[in-house]
């Protein structure tokens, strides 16, 4: 059961990469779970990019640092979660790594991805 990101790879700054999140082998869909997208860079902390929240209200919530440059989004029919992201900057380099987050009742099940690099050279 995991979840598996694609869609990293090198880009110029001011580009704009995709990055793709489905599932493996998890019994929730996409549309039942909270998403989120997570990047790390060398020597910093994993910090929140973006969230989308599971069913039909899809609010969706972002870090400072990506508001008006990224965009996450859901696609029920084919069960993935997308971070659309614009106008990249070398300070976005990092390891991307979707989340999926589901609780019912007292029980919380949490997945994460092996991640996928995303360089952004200047």
């Known amino acids: 059961e995991r979840v598996v990101e694609s869609g990293g790879g090198l880009v110029q700054a001011g580009g704009s990469l995709r990055l793709s999140c489905t599932t493996s082998?998890?019994?929730?869909?996409?549309?039942?779970?909270?998403m989120g997208w997570y990047r790390q860079a060398p020597g910093k902390q994993r910090e929140l990019v973006a969230t989308i929240t599971s069913g039909s209200s899809a609010s969706t919530k972002y870090t400072d640092s990506v508001k008006g440059r990224f965009t996450i989004s859901r696609d029920n029919a084919k069960n993935t979660v997308y971070l659309q992201m614009n106008s990249l900057k070398p300070e976005d380099t990092a390891v991307y790594y979707c989340?999926?987050?589901?609780?019912?009742?007292?029980?919380?099940?949490?997945?994460w991805g092996q991640g996928t690099q995303v360089t952004v050279s200047s």
């Open positions: 989340n999926a987050r589901v609780q019912i009742g007292h029980s919380e099940y949490l997945y």
């Open positions: 082998g998890i019994r929730f869909s996409i549309d039942a779970m909270a």
